[in-house]
């Protein structure tokens, strides 16, 4: 009886943790591409595309496996 109980809150508790961490980074991404798309031009074209592409899919996948399931 016990062990079903525990499944049951670690099922739960897995489940809870990963649409709260799929939130977080849905919104951490939305607040990213919206100062993202407020920079001026001038930011644009002193940064290359590439670095910034790698910074903002390279960060925010960081941070993703942070606070994914698996770290419960």
Do not use: C, P, W
Not at 25 to 40: P, S, V, W
């Amino acid at each position: 009886m016990t062990a079903v109980f525990l499944g049951l809150l670690n099922y739960f508790s897995v489940y809870y943790m990963g649409v709260l961490s799929q939130s977080a980074i849905t919104g951490l991404r939305n607040k990213l591409y919206h100062q993202i798309i407020q920079l001026d031009t001038h930011f644009f074209e002193s940064s290359k595309t590439g670095d910034l592409m790698t910074r903002l899919t390279g960060d925010v996948s960081n941070l993703q496996n942070l606070i994914s399931s698996n770290m419960l």
